[in-house]
């Protein structure tokens, strides 16, 4: 099941999760407008190969297995399609997309992984880290980093790209939220409507 080698790729299984995420009513409503910087990861984390971690010191790859996209582009689409089909951001686009953002996001992916752990089957793993910051001021206006792992019901690589789905559904539920959140209590801190003058004409 494992292996390593770079030649396979064209006899692979392509795997591309899609993971759809409801919007959570409890999620506040923004009148600001963000844009999303292309998320950063080592090599090798932001791989076709699809990684696994036998043990703590080791990483391998599924043979005859692959990613349709890099982990990192599948956090950036199912994020972003999470906050535009909400309805609780007025916009949201791509860092270069032509919007005016008040916000932009950062992404550092840490861990996209099924890993083990000493367990008897993997936990589809992901890990990435998140600022928001101020476009006018370049404040970071929050930071936090948001952990996945879901289980799998099989070894088998099928199951595992499902825990993957799941796990990737997870994270960019949580992110999504937190991203409103942060941006509507420094909105709330920082507002940058002037005063609206009450004094005698």
């Known amino acids: 099941l494992l292996g390593g080698g770079g030649g396979d790729r064209d006899r692979s299984t392509i795997y591309a999760p899609d993971p759809r995420v409801e919007a959570n009513p409890a999620w506040p409503h923004a009148d600001w ?56 951001i007025p916009g949201v686009a791509r860092q270069g997309a032509g919007i005016t953002a008040d916000y932009k996001l950062v992404i550092d992916l840490r861990r996209f992984e099924a890993d083990y752990n000493g367990n008897a089957l993997p936990a589809a793993t992901i890990e990435a880290n998140a600022k928001l910051i101020h476009n006018i001021d370049q404040t970071v206006v929050g930071s936090r980093t948001f952990l996945a792992a879901q289980p799998a019901s099989s070894a088998e690589v099928a199951q595992v790209v499902d825990a993957f789905s799941n796990a990737l559904r997870d994270v960019s539920s949580e992110m999504a939220g937190w991203i409103l959140e942060s941006g509507n209590a420094h909105e709330v801190t920082h507002d940058r409507r002037p005063p609206v003058s009450t004094a005698p004409r």
């Open 33 to 88: 407008q963000l844009s999303m910087s292309p998320p950063t990861a080592a090599r090798m984390i932001d791989s076709f190969r699809i990684a696994v971690r036998p043990t703590p010191d080791e990483l391998q790859v599924y043979r005859g297995a692959s990613w349709a996209k890099t982990p990192t582009d599948m956090l950036q689409d199912a994020l972003l399609r999470t906050l535009e089909d909400s309805g609780h």
